[in-house]
């Protein structure tokens, strides 16, 4: 047998060919006179001569690997592999992931092959395999050995079996091989090998250890051990697992563990307290439609997300979940909170905006144009519904926000498309693509990529000049626009209304204060530090900000 250079080609996920990478591939055709050491050996040379990465290379020779097994190994396919194990340790850093490549290619190989003779001889060899890597006369990865026992089905019978050949003791009883394993898995656990540990107790079905188990592998942060060990175990041990979860805050995999084993009536606080948590997540990413979503119905849920809704200073959320679930005595509350939230965020009056103008007919269109291209700066921003639904495409840009130094138009894209789009594309266009206007937005990349995929067929989507991405000026702002706000203006920006339905018609007096407030906080940031770039130099350090180099002249 040689060795010969072959090409192989990858492909990416639309099945073109990516790039051709060569290895080494041996062509096992006929393994009737080949050793275990000489298969190995020719496995370590493909690999060494390859020049993929290890992952292809890993992939690739799995399925040469796969194949060879097909071609008359001795004694058989399942023997071959066992033996191979065996030798594996001679090879060093190459023992643990050939040992990873050749288990995975036999599974595969058994999964579609009959239990056969050959099957039965490789478990009792296998089974006196495990016997010399507990005793350390064979070194295997404690991961090698759960899949060595997992893929030829070592039971307690058959380590029992392989103990009474060996000829140990002549008195043994027939526990000894449960004894052997307890004492090894306890090794593991001293070693804080909890995961090999669990995965042998569950293998062996022993039930030895208690709630102290749990605990300690709680206490050294091996959740997911920990969750492998008490679904063995049994319900018992999954509610000893929640409490644990409950107790150290871990309210996500807490509700994972409830749901997943049905044990909402065994903690129906712990449970509530879970599904709130997750509503608070999601309310503070303005996800409000999704978040009343997974209340299911539920009142005490439902009112719970009315306080979130409440605290953020969403008032017609607030009415909409009351009317619509019927919930009654937060009038009160409601407005004790909102006199509150009146200081917290910042308001369209304290940026002297004195008009919020709605566009949707022409002759607003062509009077908002006007307005517009007699000023120099404009800050830019737009609005679409989100959609929930995974894989979906997102839905049409709804409104485009143009804000001057007093004034914030916001027009109704959907309508002025339907109704005028040629009118709307020219217009749209004088300022988009105009020189002399500077264009302000924030993270403007995603709002671009929306607006040409919702209007492909305008010209006006296509192409900007003389645009400013406030974003790239201060990188290192956090919080988005409303902590840049926050950090330059002394005030952020209550954001729990950018994920409303923007295509609702007529929008809320809220959701039109919110859609103007983004584009006409842009206008006051950049002559907020225009103004002081130019003068006596900028707070916090940023003096004289070079913002002309980050406008974008086309694009």
């Not at 995965?199 to 051990?225: D, P, T, W, Y």
Request: aromatic share 10%; net charge negative; proline share 3%.
């Amino acid at each position: 047998m040689g060795i010969e250079e072959g090409v192989v080609e990858l492909h990416d996920d639309k099945g073109k060919i990516d790039k051709k990478l060569t290895i080494s591939v041996h062509t096992f055709s006929d393994l009737t006179y080949t050793s275990p050491v000489v298969f190995l050996y020719l496995l370590k040379e493909c690999y060494a001569h390859g020049t993929c990465k290890a992952t292809n290379k890993f992939r690739i020779l799995q399925q040469k690997v796969y194949h060879a097994l097909e071609n008359s190994p001795q004694p058989g396919p399942a023997t071959f592999v066992v033996w191979c194990l065996y030798v594996l340790p001679i090879f060093g850093l190459h023992c643990e992931g050939f040992s990873h490549l050749i288990i995975s290619a036999l599974r595969r190989f058994l999964n579609l092959a009959p239990i056969s003779e050959d099957t039965s001889k490789a478990k009792v060899i296998a089974a006196r395999l495990f016997l010399d890597i507990v005793g350390g006369l064979v070194d295997h990865d404690e991961r090698i050995v759960v899949k060595i026992l997992e893929v030829f089905d070592v039971k307690l019978a058959d380590v029992d079996e392989a103990l009474c050949q060996l000829n140990v003791q002549d008195d043994y009883k027939p526990d000894t091989a449960k004894t052997l394993v307890e004492d090894y898995i306890f090794k593991l656990i001293d070693s804080q090998s909890y995961m090999t540990a669990a995965s042998l107790l569950e293998h062996f079905s022993i039930r030895h250890s208690g709630q102290s188990f749990l605990v300690k592998m709680m206490q050294n942060k091996q959740s997911r051990a920990a969750e492998k060990w008490a679904t063995f175990m049994g319900k018992s041990m999954l509610c000893a697992l929640v409490q644990e979860y409950a107790d150290q805050n871990m309210l996500k995999q807490a509700y994972e563990t409830i749901k997943k084993n049905d044990l909402k009536q065994e903690f129906p606080d712990v449970y509530h307290k879970c599904k709130e948590s997750s509503l608070k997540k999601l309310a503070e990413k303005a996800l409000w439609d999704l978040a009343e979503a997974k209340t299911h119905g539920d009142k005490q849920l439902l009112e719970y997300l009315v306080y979130l809704a409440m605290e953020a200073g969403y008032s017609e959320k607030v009415d909409e979940l009351c009317e619509r679930y019927s919930l009654e005595g937060f009038l009160n509350v409601k407005e004790s909170e909102g006199s509150v939230l009146q200081s917290k965020y910042l308001h369209l009056d304290e940026l002297a905006v004195e008009n919020i103008i709605w566009v949707d007919e022409v002759d607003g269109l062509c009077a908002a144009i006007s307005h517009i291209e007699g000023c120099k700066v404009v800050g830019l921003d737009c609005e679409w519904k989100p959609n929930y639904v995974k894989g979906s495409k997102p839905n049409k840009v709804s409104i485009m926000q143009i804000a001057s130094d007093k004034t914030v138009f916001i027009f109704d894209l959907i309508k002025l498309f339907e109704d005028i789009p040629d009118i709307l594309d020219n217009c749209l266009s004088r300022i988009l693509q105009s020189p002399r206007i500077l264009k302000l937005g924030y993270n403007f990349q995603c709002d671009i990529k929306q607006l040409a995929h919702s209007y492909g067929e305008l010209r006006c989507f296509n192409n900007y000049e003389k645009l400013l991405d406030i974003q790239n000026v201060f990188k290192d702002a956090r919080g988005g626009l409303s902590g840049l706000a926050e950090k330059i203006l002394g005030t952020g920006l209550n954001k729990t209304r950018r994920n409303s339905n923007w295509e609702l018609r007529p929008l809320g007096h809220n959701q039109l204060e919110y859609a103007a407030l983004d584009a006409a906080v842009l206008v006051h940031i950049f002559h907020h530090f225009h103004n002081h770039s130019q003068s006596a130099g900028f707070p916090d350090g940023h003096d004289k900000i070079e913002w002309k180099s980050h406008i974008v002249r086309k694009l």
